[in-house]
């Protein structure tokens, strides 16, 4: 069952946009809109901030987008703040023999 | 005001068992799916398991299936995870996190988490 595949790290300064990618399969992320994403700042526990590859959660700041192109998702910051340093996380459903996949992680970085 | 708070970790030796709960609150248990989630020291999340809540079908991630059960008492709205066969691999945080409504769209809850340490 491997990870889905994120960049390590990705970095930007404040008010510009950084995009973090997600690659998987047709047996997950290609093969189903179920690609969620997570913020988890250091310490705490991760919190939604995109389901079903473009929704927001009610409360969510619309600074997040999240699409999907083949096999690959990605979220788009905007206006990137200092707060949105933290670790970022996608996860699919997955019609392998497991249900869910989390991606690798990726370290934002705010300059 | 949704809640999900995850109790029972602590330390164990290789080869040990220890069950972890998970008392939910503010929402109808009996219409969600319900997750566990993991997070080593310093490494990123591992899904390890989901009980459905329509039929309370089971998964498991390769790397715990066959020692660990995942359950739930709906009538305690409270989620279960049995860990048997404890490996020093296990050793991570363990979260409860809530499904969306659709079991496969994601958890838009979390606990705080319990740390499991696997060690002699």
């Known amino acids: 069952q491997s990870a889905l595949s994120q960049p390590a790290s990705v970095s930007g300064s404040p008010g510009q946009s950084i995009t973090i990618s997600c690659t998987g399969t047709?047996?997950?992320?290609?093969?189903?809109?179920?690609v969620s994403w997570y913020q988890q700042h250091p310490g705490k526990a991760p919190k939604l901030i995109i389901y079903?590859?473009?929704n927001r959660p009610s409360g969510v700041s619309d600074r997040f987008s999240g699409s999907k192109s083949g096999n690959t998702a990605s979220l788009t910051l905007s206006g990137l703040q200092a707060e949105d340093e933290a670790d970022y996380y996608c996860c699919s459903y997955s019609s392998s023999t497991t249900f869910y996949v989390f991606g690798s992680g990726t370290k934002v970085t705010v300059l | 005001e949704v809640q999900v708070l995850e109790s029972g970790g602590g330390l164990v030796q290789p080869g040990g068992s220890l069950k972890l709960s998970c008392a939910a609150s503010?929402?109808?248990?009996?219409?969600?799916?319900m997750n566990w989630v993991r997070q080593a020291p310093g490494k990123g999340l591992q899904w390890v398991s989901t009980i459905t809540a329509t039929d309370d079908s089971t998964y498991y991630a390769d790397s715990v299936k066959g020692r660990f059960i995942i359950s739930r008492d709906n009538s305690k709205n409270t989620l279960y995870l049995q860990m048997n066969s404890l490996r020093v691999e296990d050793t991570a945080v363990y979260y409860c996190?809530?499904?969306?409504?659709?079991?496969?769209?994601?958890?838009?809850?979390w606990g705080q988490g319990t740390l499991v340490t696997v060690s002699t």
């Open positions: 047709s047996s997950d992320v290609g093969g189903f809109n179920y």
């Open positions: 996190a809530k499904a969306l409504r659709g079991a496969t769209q994601g958890c838009d809850s």
């Open positions: 503010g929402f109808t248990f009996t219409s969600y799916a």
């Open positions: 079903n590859v473009s």
